[in-house]
C-alpha cells in the first residue's frame, strides 16, 4: 500500500477556517506541502458565508463550502437549525472524502473542521490535528483519540490529547508577516511616524477590538505629553470615532488610525511596544519577530482560550496582561510605563523568542508524510 501512495501524486485535505487564525496557519501547511510535493493535490474544505471562501481561493487553492456554523451557548433560535445543519455538512463532507479520496486529512479548528474530521476516521482516512491553542477546542478534544497526530504550539497538551500522538510544532506562519530584519526606517516612512521616537503598535484582529478601542480612547489625551507614536489598527466600525478623536486632540502627527494593516512585516519593524489581542497566531508571530507585548485577552473567546495563552507567556517574564474591563483605566498608563523601561523590554524580547517555532509549517509536513511515508 505505501509504494502504491509513492507512485502517485499526493491528496491532501485541509479542512476549518472561520477566522484568520484558523484560514493563515492552514494556507501556510498547504504551501508548504506544495512546495515539497509539486505535484500534490490539494483541497480545502471550508463553512459556508465564512472568510476562508474568499481567502482560500486567492491564495491558489480550491475549496468546498459545508453548511455549518456554531452552537451559541446561549439561548438562540440559530441552534435550532444546528442538527440539521451538522447532519447536512456530515453527509457532504463523506460525499467529499469518497470523491476526492484524500490521502490524509489535516483539521485546523472551526467550523467545518468537526464533520470534515470526524467522516475521514469513520471511512478510515488518516487525521493530522493542527491545534493553535493552549485550550482546545471540543471538536479536537473528540475527534484526538481517533487522530494519527496531533500538532501543538503549547507544551502539558498531554491534559488534553493521547501523549504519544502529541508533536510540538507550534503554529505555522506566514512567511512575509514576519519578514522584519532591518526594515524599521522603512516600516516607520510607510505610516508617516519618526524612527527616532518610539512606536507603539496596536491590532486587534482584522475586525478590531471594542474593548481595546475603547481603552486607548479613554486615555489618548496621554499621548500629548509624550514623544511616543501609535499605529492603531481600529477595524472598520471604529475608524471614524478615532479619526474624530485624534483631530479633535490634534494628534495626526503622532497617531495613526488604519482600518487594516496589509504591511504587518512593517508595522511588526517599526513597533517598539505591541498592544494586541491573545489568539494563538497573533502570540506565534510575536515571539518570532521578538516584540515586547501588552496582550489584552479576548474575554468572550471559548472557553476563555486567549487568557490561557497569555497567562503562558506572563508566566515566563514574557509577556504583560491586561483585562478587557480595566482597559480604559491601565492599558496605555502600562504600554508606557513599558516604554520607559528599556531593560525589561529586553528581557521580554528575550524570553518571547524562546516561544518562536520558526519551521512549523515544515514539521507539520514532515509528520504528515510519515503516515503514508512519501518523504
Not at 515539497?36 to 486567492?58: C, N, Q, S
Not at 474530521?117 to 473528540?142: D, H, W, Y
Not at 530584519?181 to 491590532?203: N, S, T, W, Y
Request: charge should be positive; glycine fraction near 8%; aromatic fraction near 8%.
Amino acid at each position: 500500500m505505501k509504494e502504491t501512495q509513492k507512485s502517485k501524486s499526493p491528496r491532501l485535505i485541509v479542512s476549518g477556517g472561520g477566522t484568520g487564525g484558523h484560514i493563515f496557519p492552514a494556507i501556510a501547511i498547504a504551501d508548504a506541502f506544495k512546495r515539497r510535493h509539486t505535484d500534490a493535490e490539494i483541497l480545502f474544505v471550508g463553512a459556508k458565508g465564512r472568510m476562508e471562501m474568499d481567502r482560500v481561493p486567492k491564495a491558489g487553492y480550491p475549496i468546498e463550502g459545508l453548511w455549518i456554523s456554531g452552537f451559541k451557548r446561549e439561548l438562540s433560535l440559530d441552534n435550532l437549525s444546528f442538527p440539521f445543519k451538522l447532519i447536512s455538512s456530515l453527509c457532504k463532507a463523506k460525499r467529499i472524502l469518497k470523491k476526492f479520496k484524500p490521502d490524509v486529512v489535516v483539521g485546523v479548528g472551526g467550523f467545518a473542521s468537526g464533520p470534515t474530521m470526524r467522516k475521514a476516521t469513520s471511512l478510515g482516512i488518516p487525521v493530522v490535528i493542527q491545534e493553535q491553542n493552549s485550550f482546545p477546542g471540543v471538536t479536537n478534544k473528540i475527534v484526538a483519540p481517533k487522530a494519527a497526530k496531533i500538532c501543538v504550539a503549547y507544551d502539558n497538551m498531554e491534559r488534553w490529547f493521547p501523549k504519544d500522538k502529541i508533536v510540538l510544532t507550534g503554529n505555522p506562519l506566514r512567511n512575509n508577516v514576519v519578514t522584519v530584519e532591518g526594515k524599521r526606517e522603512e516600516g516607520a516612512k510607510f505610516f508617516g511616524l519618526d524612527p527616532q521616537k518610539p512606536i507603539i503598535l496596536l491590532v486587534g484582529g482584522s475586525q478590531g477590538a471594542l474593548g481595546i478601542n475603547k481603552g486607548i480612547s479613554a486615555k489618548l489625551s496621554m499621548f500629548k505629553d509624550v514623544d511616543y507614536q501609535l499605529i492603531w489598527q481600529t477595524g472598520k466600525f471604529y475608524i471614524e470615532q478615532a479619526q474624530k478623536e485624534i483631530k479633535e486632540l490634534g494628534l495626526e502627527d503622532k497617531v495613526k488610525p488604519t482600518v487594516f494593516i496589509d504591511r504587518m512585516d512593517l508595522a511588526y519593524a517599526c513597533a517598539n511596544v505591541v498592544i494586541s489581542r491573545a489568539g494563538a497566531m497573533s502570540i506565534s508571530e510575536l515571539s518570532l519577530v521578538k516584540k515586547a507585548v501588552v496582550f489584552v485577552p479576548l474575554p468572550t473567546a471559548a472557553e476563555d482560550h486567549q487568557t490561557k495563552n497569555a497567562q503562558s507567556l506572563v508566566d515566563k517574564d514574557a509577556a504583560i496582561m491586561v483585562k478587557n474591563d480595566e482597559t480604559a483605566e491601565k492599558l496605555l498608563p502600562t504600554v508606557f510605563e513599558l516604554i520607559k523601561d528599556k531593560e525589561k523590554i529586553c528581557k521580554m524580547q528575550e524570553n518571547i523568542a524562546k516561544f518562536a517555532r520558526p519551521n512549523a509549517a515544515e514539521d507539520i509536513v514532515n509528520e504528515i508524510d510519515k503516515i503514508w511515508c512519501i518523504s
